[in-house]
């Protein structure tokens, strides 16, 4: 149990310092960009939104696979889970995902998340006092058959992946790549 | 005619049939599109080949060891013609596809053979994809070098994608003639053996673990006539990737960046490989031609004809060694992924040679019986609380007929007592990367990864797509794993092949083979013909498979759906166990094609 | 049996035996998992030197032809005096059957061709590997003149290393009765120790020295001594173990 509970607690400090740097990023970026890291934009407003893109998740990829969005735009993704396993939407830099697969599977390992559907009774539990939602804004987990829709201003142009991060979907090549260009008509 | 070496975009792949015409094999394309099918020609002969240091005569397909990639396509109809210019017989088995039973290449089982002189045209429907093998299936020859590579491409988008890919086959390569081999092992079982416990050993154990404490497990041991050294029974063997030697070093080009597809095959005659590629995670995305659900590892053991598909993504602009280590530690199979050509990584040293344990000598039960004083191996299923009682008894008594006795009820409404141990598969994956359920407690065989981290385990083996519907069994078949380590023969429920009839199933029926492992070797068992469902737990999600390994110590269950009418070969996949009699007979009786069998 | 001499009626026995296994087992196997396999094995093929200043070439030998079940088992052994005398000469034929995983149960002839004169014998014996690893051989014999004798012999397999392996071996003969012609008394006859060191080069040759100590025992000794005779001896041996 020692190894357990030492797992959860660094897992949830893991993660809300995560979730604290992507608003970090995302505040940086607003700022004017000057931030350490890459600028992967903030949460929309959907009313806002520029336009909206469909993403299907299947067993494991997404479709389509590659993304041209200027920075500025507002985007609506409309997410379908197709297959029968439990996908993630999430946006951001391969190093974020990279830390994140670490939760994932920690997530997993813990029965929050199953390969089929999220336990959102283990999920809710309170993990040594700290929460361990699946809520970054940055990202959506769509069980299957479900659709689930986030809205994102890309602030910066930058290369960025969306990603499912469940254990095992990434590296099987459940990601695809987003150019965020310069926004339209702005010089150099 | 390097195929494995012709790695290939497999999306510019995918919508071309220009992707067969790359392969050397293939001779000539009959169909069009989109009536699939392709006609090639297979020749097997002598040829010499150089491995060891010294040049050998090996038995090759279309001249080279490991012979060629077979590229096919999902709903194809295939044609192939297989030429036979050795002075014995020769014969091609599909290993893991799913063909008719007068195709399936089993001398004396599916057809005669393929004699002195002759071509032999098999004809059957790729109705499979993934990544599978083929090989002799006469004598020893699949030893001397019958073997080579299937890869057959999906119809339909595969549930993960790369950019690169490459046949990785594995295999084990002797200087010695296979029938030589097997005669010596007849004449002293361990010939082989040059890793015994030895007089200057039992200075080591003695320091230790205390003299007397080494001297009693010596006794222990010696009570049994075993020795926990007996890990192979063969030595001297030279590793192989895609047939070349650690210093020939096998290299696969890539890009940093780019996702490679490593189609592992182990077509090694007796040889497990723990695989690994340090500085690289693999994530295995298929076992045995069907997908599984990705899983990510640092390290896989390969039993004998098994296959794994694994993804990996190397991202630096530097070399990495591929590293497939024999379980016994005897050598190792290298090859290498690198940016470019040349290019080498560190090849690490060998790990200790493993030892067996009193828990890999618990014949498959958890009772810990004192087999020493016992002096004959006990039916697991004697054991108190066993599942059949009252039937295992006559069935280790002579019946004179080798299929087993039928439960009278499903099995999985009798009470589960402890013998029925953890390798039934607890849906937990192990807990700990020296917990491996499918090894017993405490067993020497236990595999650990390299560097500390994941070793993947049947365990985590869950399927991508259930093939089956889930069924309760209607009935259980106990295939109990014996033999004679000393005469060096070997035997399923005491019985070899030559003096065993054949196992009676009937077409519809799902039958659970329960394999129970009462000798010290880990065994490959492979059924032909049909697909074996793994039971390691998992549910709906079991894997399927064509050859489940069962470790000493352990029993494991498989399900079979019984769908393929006809005669076919069900063996242990190590080939001298396979030689010496680890073999039957399954016919399935009944069914739409019953009618062709006679 | 005046044709041949009796050092060419050795061969010719040994020759006659072999060609019997290959006519008394079917030319080929049925199944490949019932394959007929050979084995034979010079265990002893040495040179030895006794105190007394005496020496001799002494060998053991045995092999088989058979399937993992059934074997036809030839085993010899004797010694000649290098001053050009035979001591004795031993070839038994058998029929052995594996009974469990370590022991075949074997039935034959025994003929001795030396020490004068000769005797022909009935066998019934056990041979396997005990536990702890003792290679074991016990058998019966029952002479054409009817009288009854027993040999018990054991050996063992020390590795120092994998190649250097120092064999402890032991035989004990025992007679029911006494048999004047061959001066054996009843009850324990004699007894053979060894001690070999060999290193295999290979499974098939391993050169070896050691000592060998052979002596009569109890009336045995007696008769011995009456004649004349050494009771025991020690002897240096240096040899080649062979194996095909």
């Given at each position: 149990?020692?190894?357990?509970?030492?797992?959860?607690?660094?897992?949830?400090?893991?993660?809300?310092?995560?979730?604290?740097?992507?608003?970090?990023?995302?505040?940086?970026?607003?700022?004017?960009?000057?931030?350490?890291?890459?600028?992967?934009?903030?949460?929309?407003?959907?009313?806002?939104?520029?336009?909206?893109?469909?993403?299907v998740?299947?067993?494991?990829?997404?479709?389509?696979?590659?993304?041209?969005?200027?920075?500025?735009?507002?985007?609506r993704?409309?997410?379908?889970?197709?297959?029968?396993?439990?996908?993630?939407?999430?946006?951001?830099?391969?190093?974020?995902?990279?830390?994140?697969?670490?939760?994932?599977?920690?997530?997993?390992?813990?029965?929050?998340?199953?390969?089929?559907?999220?336990?959102?009774?283990?999920?809710?539990?309170?993990?040594?006092?700290?929460?361990?939602?699946h809520?970054?804004?940055?990202?959506?987990?769509?069980?299957?058959?479900?659709?689930?829709?986030?809205?994102?201003?890309?602030?910066?142009?930058?290369?960025?992946?969306?990603?499912?991060n469940?254990?095992?979907h990434?590296?099987?090549?459940?990601?695809?790549?987003?150019?965020?260009t310069?926004p339209?008509?702005?010089?150099? | 005619?390097?195929?494995?070496?012709n790695?290939?975009?497999?999306?510019?792949?995918?919508?071309?049939?220009?992707?067969?015409?790359?392969?050397?094999?293939?001779?000539?394309?009959?169909?069009?599109?989109?009536a699939?099918?392709?006609?090639?020609?297979?020749?097997?002969?002598?040829?010499?080949?150089?491995?060891?240091?010294?040049?050998?005569?090996?038995?090759?397909?279309?001249?080279?060891?490991?012979?060629?990639?077979?590229?096919?396509?999902?709903?194809?109809?295939?044609?192939?013609?297989?030429?036979?210019?050795?002075?014995?017989?020769?014969?091609?088995?599909?290993?893991?596809?799913?063909?008719?039973?007068?195709?399936?290449?089993?001398?004396?089982?599916?057809?005669?053979?393929?004699?002195?002189?002759?071509?032999?045209?098999?004809?059957?429907?790729?109705?499979?994809?993934?990544?599978?093998?083929?090989?002799?299936?006469?004598?020893?020859?699949?030893?001397?070098?019958?073997?080579?590579?299937?890869?057959?491409?999906?119809?339909?988008?595969?549930?993960?994608?790369?950019?690169?890919?490459?046949v990785?086959v594995?295999?084990?390569?002797?200087?010695?003639?296979?029938?030589?081999?097997?005669?010596?092992?007849?004449?002293?079982?361990?010939?082989?053996?040059?890793?015994?416990?030895?007089?200057?050993?039992?200075?080591?154990?003695?320091?230790?673990?205390?003299?007397?404490?080494?001297?009693?497990?010596?006794?222990?041991?010696?009570?049994?006539?075993?020795?926990?050294?007996?890990?192979?029974?063969?030595?001297?063997?030279?590793?192989?990737?895609?047939?070349?030697?650690?210093?020939?070093?096998?290299?696969?080009?890539?890009?940093?960046?780019?996702?490679?597809?490593?189609?592992?095959?182990?077509?090694?005659?007796?040889?497990?490989?723990d695989v690994?590629i340090?500085?690289?995670?693999?994530?295995?995305?298929?076992?045995?031609?069907?997908?599984?659900?990705?899983?990510?590892?640092?390290?896989?053991?390969?039993?004998?004809?098994?296959?794994?598909?694994?993804?990996?993504?190397?991202?630096?602009?530097?070399?990495?060694?591929?590293?497939?280590?024999?379980?016994?530690r005897?050598g190792?199979?290298?090859?290498?992924?690198?940016?470019?050509?040349?290019?080498?990584?560190?090849?690490?040293?060998?790990?200790?040679?493993?030892?067996?344990?009193?828990?890999?000598?618990?014949?498959?039960?958890?009772?810990?019986?004192?087999?020493?004083?016992?002096?004959?191996?006990?039916?697991?299923?004697?054991?108190?609380?066993?599942?059949?009682?009252p039937?295992?008894?006559?069935?280790?008594?002579?019946?004179?007929?080798?299929?087993?006795?039928?439960?009278?009820?499903?099995?999985?409404?009798?009470p589960?007592?402890?013998?029925?141990?953890?390798?039934?598969?607890?849906?937990?994956?192990?807990?700990?990367?020296?917990?491996?359920?499918?090894?017993?407690?405490?067993?020497?065989?236990?595999?650990?990864?390299?560097?500390?981290?994941?070793?993947?385990?049947?365990?985590?083996?869950?399927?991508?797509?259930?093939?089956?519907?889930?069924?309760?069994?209607?009935?259980?078949?106990?295939?109990?794993?014996?033999?004679?380590?000393?005469?060096?023969?070997?035997?399923?429920?005491?019985?070899?092949y030559?003096?065993?009839?054949?196992?009676?199933?009937?077409?519809g029926?799902?039958?659970?083979?329960?394999?129970?492992?009462?000798?010290?070797?880990?065994?490959?068992?492979?059924?032909?013909?049909?697909?074996?469902?793994?039971?390691?737990?998992?549910?709906k999600w079991?894997?399927?498979?064509?050859?489940?390994?069962?470790a000493?110590?352990?029993?494991?269950?498989?399900?079979?759906?019984?769908?393929?009418?006809?005669?076919?070969?069900?063996?242990?996949?190590?080939?001298?166990?396979?030689?010496?009699?680890?073999?039957?007979?399954?016919?399935?009786?009944?069914?739409?094609?019953?009618?062709?069998?006679? | 049996?005046?044709?041949?001499?009796?050092?060419?009626?050795?061969?010719?026995?040994?020759?006659?035996?072999?060609?019997?296994?290959?006519?008394?087992?079917?030319?080929?196997?049925?199944?490949?998992?019932?394959?007929?396999?050979?084995?034979?094995?010079?265990?002893?093929?040495?040179?030895?030197?006794?105190?007394?200043?005496?020496?001799?070439?002494?060998?053991?030998?045995?092999?088989?032809?058979?399937?993992?079940?059934?074997?036809?088992?030839?085993?010899?052994?004797?010694?000649?005096?290098?001053?050009g005398?035979?001591?004795?000469?031993?070839?038994?034929?058998?029929?052995?059957?594996?009974?469990?995983?370590?022991?075949?149960?074997?039935?034959?002839?025994?003929?001795?061709?030396?020490?004068?004169?000769?005797?022909?014998?009935?066998?019934?014996?056990?041979?396997?590997?005990?536990?702890?690893?003792?290679?074991?051989?016990?058998?019966?014999?029952?002479?054409?003149?009817?009288?009854?004798?027993?040999?018990?012999?054991?050996?063992?397999?020390?590795?120092?290393?994998?190649?250097?392996?120092?064999?402890?071996?032991?035989?004990?003969?025992?007679?029911?009765?006494?048999?004047?012609?061959?001066?054996?008394g009843?009850?324990?006859?004699?007894?053979?120790?060894?001690?070999?060191?060999?290193?295999?080069?290979?499974?098939?040759?391993?050169?070896?020295?050691?000592?060998?100590?052979?002596?009569?025992?109890?009336?045995?000794?007696?008769?011995?001594?009456?004649?004349?005779?050494?009771?025991?001896?020690?002897?240096?041996?240096?040899?080649?173990?062979?194996?095909?």
């Open positions: 149990m020692p190894v357990q509970l030492s797992k959860s607690l660094a897992f949830a400090l893991a993660f809300s310092t995560i979730a604290g740097a992507g608003v970090a990023l995302a505040a940086g970026s607003h700022s004017g960009g000057h931030g350490h890291g890459p600028a992967i934009g903030e949460p929309g407003d959907g009313a806002a939104a520029d336009r909206t893109i469909e993403v998740m299947s067993d494991n990829y997404f479709e389509p696979e590659h993304l041209t969005i200027a920075a500025g735009e507002t985007v993704f409309v997410v379908k889970n197709d297959g029968e396993f439990l996908h993630e939407f999430n946006l951001g830099t391969a190093a974020m995902h990279a830390t994140h697969q670490k939760e994932m599977a920690t997530m997993m390992e813990h029965g929050m998340i199953t390969p089929t559907g999220i336990d959102h009774e283990k999920m809710q539990m309170d993990h040594g006092g700290h929460g361990m939602e809520d970054d804004a940055n990202s959506v987990l769509v069980e299957p058959g479900a659709t689930k829709e986030l809205v994102w201003r890309f602030t910066a142009d930058t290369h960025l992946e969306f990603a499912c469940i254990p095992g990434y590296e099987a090549g459940m990601m695809g790549e987003i150019d965020v310069k339209a008509g702005s010089g150099s | 005619m390097k195929t494995w070496l790695a290939r975009n497999s999306r510019a792949a995918r919508n071309t049939r220009a992707a067969f015409a790359a392969v050397g094999v293939v001779t000539a394309l009959l169909g069009v599109p989109p699939l099918a392709g006609t090639y020609d297979l020749t097997i002969g002598e040829t010499t080949i150089n491995v060891s240091g010294s040049d050998r005569t090996a038995l090759a397909i279309n001249g080279t060891v490991p012979g060629p990639t077979l590229r096919f396509k999902e709903g194809e109809d295939l044609v192939i013609n297989v030429t036979n210019t050795l002075d014995e017989d020769t014969s091609i088995h599909w290993h893991g596809l799913i063909v008719p039973t007068s195709q399936d290449g089993v001398p004396g089982l599916s057809f005669d053979g393929i004699k002195p002189g002759t071509t032999h045209t098999y004809r059957f429907p790729a109705q499979q994809s993934g990544t599978y093998w083929f090989h002799s299936h006469s004598g020893l020859q699949e030893q001397s070098g019958v073997y080579g590579s299937i890869v057959i491409e999906p119809q339909g988008r595969e549930p993960f994608r790369y950019d690169r890919e490459y990785v594995l295999s084990d390569w002797h200087d010695t003639k296979p029938e030589k081999i097997l005669a010596n092992l007849k004449k002293q079982s361990d010939y082989y053996n040059y890793n015994q416990r030895t007089l200057l050993s039992l200075f080591d154990e003695a320091e230790e673990k205390g003299f007397d404490a080494a001297l009693a497990d010596r006794l222990d041991w010696g009570g049994m006539r075993m020795t926990p050294t007996d890990i192979a029974d063969i030595s001297g063997y030279t590793f192989l990737v895609n047939g070349k030697n650690p210093e020939q070093n096998w290299t696969g080009l890539f890009a940093p960046g780019e996702r490679v597809r490593l189609r592992f095959i182990n077509a090694a005659a007796m040889t497990y490989f690994r340090p500085g690289l995670e693999m994530t295995v995305v298929q076992a045995d031609g069907n997908n599984v659900q990705p899983v990510k590892v640092d390290e896989f053991r390969i039993a004998v004809a098994e296959t794994y598909d694994v993804i990996v993504r190397p991202m630096e602009d530097q070399a990495y060694t591929l590293v497939a280590e024999p379980l016994e005897g190792l199979a290298r090859g290498t992924l690198a940016p470019r050509d040349g290019m080498t990584a560190e090849v690490p040293g060998l790990r200790p040679r493993p030892l067996l344990t009193m828990a890999d000598m618990s014949h498959g039960d958890m009772e810990g019986m004192d087999h020493a004083a016992m002096g004959h191996s006990m039916p697991a299923a004697e054991a108190p609380g066993a599942v059949e009682p039937m295992s008894g006559m069935d280790h008594a002579a019946m004179g007929h080798g299929t087993m006795p039928q439960a009278d009820g499903p099995p999985a409404q009798q589960m007592s402890g013998m029925d141990h953890a390798a039934m598969g607890h849906a937990m994956p192990p807990a700990s990367a020296d917990a491996d359920p499918f090894y017993a407690p405490g067993s020497g065989l236990t595999p650990k990864a390299a560097n500390g981290g994941k070793f993947l385990s049947y365990a985590d083996l869950k399927a991508q797509r259930p093939l089956y519907e889930v069924r309760e069994p209607t009935r259980e078949i106990e295939i109990r794993l014996t033999g004679n380590m000393e005469r060096y023969f070997w035997s399923i429920n005491d019985k070899k030559s003096e065993a009839e054949p196992i009676r199933l009937t077409y029926e799902r039958v659970r083979f329960k394999f129970v492992n009462e000798t010290m070797m880990t065994h490959p068992m492979h059924l032909h013909g049909m697909w074996t469902i793994l039971d390691n737990g998992n549910g079991n894997p399927v498979k064509h050859v489940v390994s069962i000493p110590g352990t029993t494991v269950l498989a399900e079979v759906e019984v769908d393929a009418p006809g005669r076919w070969a069900f063996h242990c996949h190590l080939m001298y166990h396979m030689a010496t009699g680890m073999f039957r007979e399954v016919i399935v009786e009944g069914g739409p094609q019953a009618a062709a069998l006679n | 049996m005046t044709l041949l001499s009796k050092q060419a009626r050795l061969p010719a026995a040994l020759a006659g035996a072999l060609a019997l296994t290959f006519l008394a087992l079917p030319a080929e196997a049925a199944e490949m998992d019932d394959q007929i396999y050979t084995f034979f094995q010079l265990d002893q093929n040495e040179y030895r030197l006794n105190d007394e200043g005496e020496d001799l070439y002494a060998w053991d030998a045995q092999g088989w032809i058979g399937t993992d079940y059934d074997k036809l088992f030839l085993k010899s052994e004797g010694e000649y005096a290098l001053d005398e035979w001591e004795k000469a031993e070839v038994q034929v058998l029929y052995s059957r594996l009974i469990s995983d370590f022991f075949d149960v074997q039935a034959g002839v025994r003929y001795d061709f030396e020490p004068d004169p000769e005797r022909a014998y009935g066998v019934i014996g056990l041979q396997g590997l005990a536990p702890q690893f003792f290679e074991v051989d016990a058998a019966l014999f029952v002479s054409n003149k009817g009288d009854v004798s027993a040999r018990f012999e054991a050996e063992y397999e020390l590795l120092i290393t994998q190649r250097l392996v120092l064999q402890p071996s032991a035989e004990l003969d025992v007679a029911v009765q006494e048999v004047d012609e061959l001066g054996i009843s009850g324990p006859s004699g007894i053979e120790l060894g001690l070999r060191l060999r290193y295999e080069i290979t499974r098939e040759i391993a050169p070896y020295i050691g000592v060998h100590y052979e002596s009569d025992l109890f009336d045995t000794a007696d008769f011995t001594r009456d004649e004349g005779g050494e009771v025991d001896a020690v002897s240096f041996v240096a040899g080649v173990r062979l194996f095909f």
